[in-house]
């Protein structure tokens, strides 16, 4: 939808094909288009038009810059996340080989005594 914006900041008012065409594209031919005609063939409505188009642009840049630092934010706490649990993963492992480790060395030293058949 910007390129709708572009169009309306170089226009002149002597070329009213791309009035035209900005006016159906965003409303359809309805009565809008007289307060478009108004606003887009003076210079205060041009200025106006201008300025709250800026207004929106910026309105919309620090919602997305906001957007952008909670992202950010999520990230640093997801990786921060995945660290802990490759931490403990390696140390379950670690755990898990010293475990049966233990449990091969005190099996075979405190077996009973194997009984000999008669």
């Known amino acids: 939808m910007h390129w709708q914006w572009l169009m309306l900041l170089n226009y ?3 070329c009213s094909t791309i ?3 900005y006016k159906e594209y965003c409303y359809g031919g309805r009565r809008e288009d ?3 005609d108004n606003a ?3 210079a205060d409505g ?3 038009l201008t300025n709250s188009l800026e207004g929106i642009l910026n309105g919309t840049q620090q919602k997305l810059e ?3 630092l909670t992202h950010e934010l999520e990230q640093k706490s997801c990786n921060t996340i995945k660290e802990k649990y490759t931490a403990a993963i390696s140390e379950q492992r670690r755990s898990s080989s010293l ?3 233990f449990q091969v060395l005190y ?3 405190f077996s009973p005594p194997k009984l000999r058949d008669p």
């Open 12 to 14: 002149r008012p002597r």
């Open 19 to 21: 009035s035209f065409i």
């Open 34 to 36: 007289l307060q478009f």
């Open 40 to 42: 887009i063939t003076s």
């Open 46 to 48: 041009r200025i106006k």
């Open 66 to 68: 906001k957007v952008q």
């Open 99 to 101: 475990v049966k480790l």
């Open 107 to 109: 099996s075979s030293e």
